[in-house]
C-alpha cells in the first residue's frame, strides 16, 4: 500500500542483527504489525505494537515505534537463515464503513548469507 | 488440515475469461479478505468481509467481484480477466485477540497459501 513504506531488500549474514524499516502515515492507528512471508507461503503474523508504546521485545525480535516520526522498526537479533522471507510493516486504518482493516507496506524481502 | 485453503493454487487463463478464486476457512471466523500481491507492491486489499451480509470494496476493486456464499466461504471472481491482473491472490480471515499488556483487542489475520493467476 502506498501509505507504508518500506526498502525492498536487506542482505545480511547469519549471526548478525538485521533491520527492517517502515514509515506509515496514518496517526490514528492503534495496531502496528509485522507479518512474515515465507517463500511459498501466505503471510504471518510476527509480532505486533501497541501505538502508546515505544518498544517491545520478543525473544529475538525488538520493535521500536517512534509516533512523532511515524517510524516503525523491526530488529531481528542473532539472525538465522532460516529467518530469510519478505518481512511487511502494517497499520491499521479506518475504512469508509467505519471499521478498521490493515494497509501492508511492499515488503523487505531479507536474505541471510551463511 | 489448513485453516484457510484456497483453490485452485495456480490458474493461467486467456484474457477475456471469466475466472472465480476460491477461500474456505475452518476457524469460524466472521471477517474475511481477497488480497492481491505484486512484486515491489505488497498486498493490496480487493475485497473485505465483515460478516455474511457485509461486503465492501477494497483499494482496488475494479475488475473484481466477490461473494460470500457462507461464513466459511468468500470466492473472488474475475469477470472478464486482463493481463494486468496476473498476480498472487491472498484469502484471509480475522479474529480479535486480546493483548493482555495493552487490556485491549487487536486484529490477527490468517493467510492462506495463494493462488497464482496468469493472465496471457
Known amino acids: 500500500g502506498e501509505d507504508v513504506e518500506q526498502s525492498l531488500f536487506l542482505s545480511v549474514r547469519e549471526g548478525d542483527s538485521s533491520v527492517i524499516n517502515c514509515t506509515y502515515t496514518?496517526?490514528?492507528?492503534?495496531?502496528l504489525y509485522w507479518y512474515k512471508q515465507e517463500p511459498g507461503a501466505g503471510l504471518q503474523l510476527l509480532t505486533y505494537i501497541f501505538s502508546n508504546m515505544d518498544m517491545k521485545q520478543d525473544q529475538r525480535l525488538t520493535v521500536l515505534l517512534n509516533k512523532k516520526d511515524k517510524h516503525l522498526s523491526l530488529r531481528i537479533a542473532d539472525t538465522q537463515t532460516g529467518d530469510s522471507a519478505i518481512y511487511f510493516c502494517?497499520?491499521?486504518?479506518?475504512?469508509?464503513?467505519?471499521?478498521?482493516?490493515?494497509?501492508f507496506g511492499s515488503g523487505t524481502r531479507l536474505q541471510v548469507q551463511p | 488440515d489448513a485453516d484457510v485453503t484456497q483453490t485452485p493454487r495456480n490458474r493461467i487463463t486467456k484474457t477475456g475469461k471469466r475466472i472465480m478464486l476460491e477461500c474456505s476457512q475452518t476457524k469460524g471466523h466472521d471477517r474475511m479478505y481477497w488480497y492481491r500481491q505484486d512484486p515491489g507492491l505488497g498486498l493490496r486489499l480487493i475485497y473485505y468481509?465483515?460478516?455474511?451480509?457485509?461486503?465492501n470494496k477494497g483499494e482496488i476493486s475494479d475488475g473484481y467481484s466477490v461473494s460470500r456464499q457462507a461464513q466459511a466461504k468468500f470466492s473472488l471472481s474475475l469477470e472478464s480477466a486482463i493481463p494486468n491482473q496476473t498476480a498472487l491472490y491472498f484469502c484471509?480471515?480475522?479474529?480479535?485477540?486480546?493483548?493482555?499488556?495493552?487490556?485491549?483487542?487487536?486484529?490477527?489475520?490468517?493467510f492462506g497459501p495463494g493462488t497464482r493467476l496468469t493472465v496471457l
Open positions: 496514518d496517526s490514528s492507528s492503534t495496531y
Open positions: 502494517a497499520e491499521s486504518i479506518p475504512t469508509p464503513t467505519g471499521r478498521r482493516a490493515l494497509t
Open positions: 468481509s465483515f460478516d455474511v451480509k457485509d461486503i
Open positions: 484471509a480471515t480475522s479474529d480479535a485477540r486480546w493483548d493482555r499488556g495493552e487490556n485491549r483487542r487487536y486484529n490477527e489475520q490468517f
